[in-house]
T-cell receptor, first 114, second 113 residues
Framework: KAGVTQTPRYLIKTRGQQVTLSCSPI?????VSWYQQTPGQGLQFLFE???????NKGNFPGRFSGRQFSNSRSEMNVSTLELGDSALYLC?????????????FGPGTRLTVL | AQSVTQLDSHVSVSEGTPVLLRCNYS??????LFWYVQHPNKGLQLLLK????ATLVKGINGFEAEFKKSETSFHLTKPSAHMSDAAEYFC???????????WGAGTKLIIKP
């Protein structure tokens, strides 16, 4: 089975621009979660989607948004980029996001904002 | 609310000696607990997980962890460190009903030759 894939792997943007990151979960997985990883803040939860519905959201401003498609693929969007948005963005998939589910992570998208 | 505390930001051991990475959690429910590892420039990989079955959980690469409810701890151990174990390790608790994982700050494991 193919693992979680994320595209692109690297992105360089300038302040004020917007960006869209993509995540393809493991086949059969219906839950997709997004995380931001930075050296100072560690891993922070952005949001979780299941069957095209956002079930939970972390403490991020409204500039961060996401969606999930009927095939479980997910995208996240960041508008009006700020320097502080530079981070590794990780996507994880699991069967149904249940509390005992294992989340499988993609390699991440490294976003640099100049 | 659930929370996770990894008691050491860095742990340094010599190759061939035991490894102990400490994790305490707080949870209102019977939690699911996980240890993930992240090697430099690599993705996160599950080492092991506890989900209310056996309290001693065995994972990959010789790691194991013991769930101790009375101490609210889930420490990760390995009898003999190998150079390839050098990485960052994360203790994670699952927030039941909230569909999110709560992450510890991570412990960087350094292996001295």
């Amino acid at each position: 089975k193919a693992g979680v894939t994320q595209t692109p792997r690297y992105l360089i943007k300038t302040r004020g621009q917007q960006v869209t990151l993509s995540c393809s979960p493991i086949s059969g997985h219906r839950s997709v979660s997004w995380y931001q990883q930075t050296p100072g803040q560690g891993l922070q939860f952005l949001f979780e989607y299941f069957s095209e519905t956002q079930r939970n959201k972390g403490n991020f401003p409204g500039r961060f948004s996401g969606r999930q498609f009927s095939n479980s693929r997910s995208e996240m969007n960041v508008s009006t980029l700020e320097l502080g948005d530079s981070a590794l963005y990780l996507c994880a998939s699991s069967l149904d996001g249940d509390w005992a589910d294992t989340q499988y992570f993609g390699p991440g998208t490294r976003l640099t904002v100049l | 609310a659930q929370s996770v505390t990894q008691l050491d930001s860095h742990v340094s051991v010599s190759e061939g000696t035991p490894v102990l990475l400490r994790c305490n959690y707080s949870s209102s429910y019977s939690p699911s607990l996980f240890w993930y590892v992240q090697h430099p420039n690599k993705g996160l990989q599950l080492l092991l997980k506890y989900t209310s079955a056996a309290t001693l959980v065995k994972g990959i690469n010789g790691f194991e962890a013991e769930f101790k409810k009375s101490e609210t701890s889930f420490h990760l151990t390995k009898p003999s460190a190998h150079m390839s174990d050098a990485a960052e390790y994360f203790c994670v608790v699952s927030d039941r009903g909230n569909y999110q994982l709560i992450w510890g700050a991570g412990t960087k494991l350094i292996i001295k030759p």
